[in-house]
């Protein structure tokens, strides 16, 4: 597939079907994550596989109210949760290099990406799924303290297509020289 077309052609996934995922392809999944750039190449990540459907339950009821990618928890053969841990990524002995402060999102969000586009380019769905009660999941993953799960997202084959919501147009999110007036 050609990078645009799957750039383009990726969406977010909420319906899924039962079909198992092959490890080999999970491995191309978690490869494509694994080659992300991070600040000062920390990797300040962790990864937990989940097929256990009890765990998938639990993590299921921590869901956001309304949230739409709420049936996709049980409903994918596999969950990825994606764990940054803190206060490392753009850190030097402990104190923050940058105004900014924990570069984890940001890695994890381009980890994030990459993996979800691998998935797409390979017949697979994804969503990243972020609006739920994050110290629940915490308590339900046993993630250690120091680390947080950030995301959750399912992995499957879709079960339909799905329409591509509007994007902003490129000319009202670029400015030329300096930031000059916003769309709002
Ligand atoms: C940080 C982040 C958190 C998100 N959380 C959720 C979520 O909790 N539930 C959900 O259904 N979709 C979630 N999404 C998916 C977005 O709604 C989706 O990417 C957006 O509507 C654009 O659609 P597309 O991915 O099909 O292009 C999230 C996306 C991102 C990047």
Redesign the pocket.
Known sequence: MELMETIKG???I?RYQSKEVPEEVLNKVLEAFQWAPSWNNSQCWELIIIKDAAIKEALQATM?KG???KKSITEAPLLIAICAKLKYSGYDKGEAVTQIGDWAMYDLGLANQNLCLMAHSLGLGT??????DHNRVNEILEVPSGYKAL?IIPLGYPAAD?K??DRRKIGDFTHENKFRGTTD
């Open positions: 990726r969406r977010s909420r956001g949230n739409p990618a969503v990243v799924v972020a609006f739920f995301t799905v591509a919501p």
